[in-house]
Each structure stands twice: as C-alpha cells, then as structure tokens.
C-alpha cells in the first residue's frame, strides 16, 4: 500500500512511520500475535528489511527470524525506488534500529512530556548515533503531537497548541531541542478550518 501511495502521490510525498506496537487491543482485533516486546521489535527489523529489499530490487529473498521472503516481489514499486522511514523508538534497541536504519525518529508512547524529556531523548539519539559512526544530522527527529490553535487555557505541551504567536514561539523552543519535523494530529472537529488557519498564521511564517 505505501509503495502505490507513492506512485499515485506522483513520488517522492509518501513517508511511512513505523514502530514495534505495544497496544495490545490493536493486535488482537485483528487476530495477530501480540507476542513479547522483544518479538514485535525483532518483527519490525525483519519487516523493514523486506520492504527495503522489495522497494530497490526486481525480486527479493531474505530469510529472517520471524518474517521471510523468496523472489518476492512488490509491484508497483516507489517512484525512487525507496520511501522514507520514520521509526518510533524510545528503548534502546529500538533508538539503535532507528540510527541504523531510519531516516527519521520520533518519540512513540505519545508526545513528550516536557521540553526536558525531549532534549534527553535527542541526546541519546546523537550519542547512538556518533557511536554506531552515522551522522546525526542526517536523522530527522519528528515531533509527533497534537494541534490546536485557541486560547492558552487550551493549550497542550504535547504538541502546537495555543495562539498563533504562541505556537510560533513553541516551535522555536523545539528546534532548540533538535527537532525539525513536525507530525500533527488536528483536532477532529473544525479539521479543515483549523487547517487553513494554521497554514495562513504559522506555516506561512515559520522561517
């Protein structure tokens, strides 16, 4: 599905995030294995895998641990040939899948909850990374938050809440952190309206 999104998008917009999952419910509802943390980390590695090796190749086998493929095949492919993947990691095996493979991280569990816990994560994040040799500046770090633009007493901290002018200053609080993507979620009622409202008083003037 992503890699048609991709082709239908006309290549090059289509982003996928991905985690390990830990919402039990979600699995079940479906009949899927919920298995231990350590299983659906090690199913994350062997599906991210797959999807790279179908994405940039005609035909591909891997023999995984827990997901495999022989001359598989993924049609139609990503215009690029890949898509970004954004990675969802907060423990240390997933902050080091996500340096090693990843070409985005983001907090899961939610947002931050607070500027402080963020900044730690980002420095554990560059630490793995100069570790492990990779660059930090070539992951981006997500901000996975809510939205929602009103009055200060309906602000959230996790995320761009509040007036214009205050979610304009947030902003620059999180670049500090490190933080230079933003995923937001939009309030469902009055989605589109505070959709244009947030593209006309912040997007149109975030430098």
């Given amino acids: 599905m992503a890699s048609s999104l991709d082709v239908m998008t ?5 982003e996928l995030t991905l985690g390990a999952g830990d919402q039990e419910p979600h699995y079940l509802s479906y009949g899927i294995h919920f298995g231990t943390a350590g299983e659906r980390v090690t199913d994350l590695i062997d599906a991210v895998a797959i999807m790279r090796g ?13 997901f495999s ?11 690029q040939r890949t898509t970004p993947i954004w990675i969802g990691a907060l423990g240390p095996r997933m902050m080091r899948f996500a340096v090693r493979e990843a070409d985005g991280w983001t907090k899961n569990r939610g ?3 607070s500027m402080e816990q963020l900044a730690e994560l ?5 630490g793995v990374a100069e570790k492990a040799g990779r660059d930090p500046g070539n992951i981006r770090r997500v901000l996975n938050g809510v939205e929602a633009m009103g009055n200060a007493s309906q602000t959230d901290t996790r995320g761009l809440t509040g007036t ?6 947030t902003i620059e609080l999180y670049r500090e952190t490190g933080i230079d993507t933003f995923h937001l979620r939009f309030p469902e009622e009055g989605t589109e309206e505070q959709i244009q409202q947030f593209a006309e008083e912040v997007i149109a003037k975030v430098k």
């Fill in 10 to 14: 006309g290549g090059g917009r289509m």
């Fill in 122 to 126: 980002v420095g554990i994040l560059d």
């Fill in 111 to 113: 947002g931050p909850e």
């Fill in 54 to 66: 179908l994405w940039s190749n005609d035909s591909f086998t891997r023999q995984g641990q827990r």
């Fill in 164 to 169: 214009a002018e205050e979610i304009l200053d």
């Fill in 69 to 79: 493929v022989e001359d598989a095949t993924d049609l139609p492919r990503p215009v």
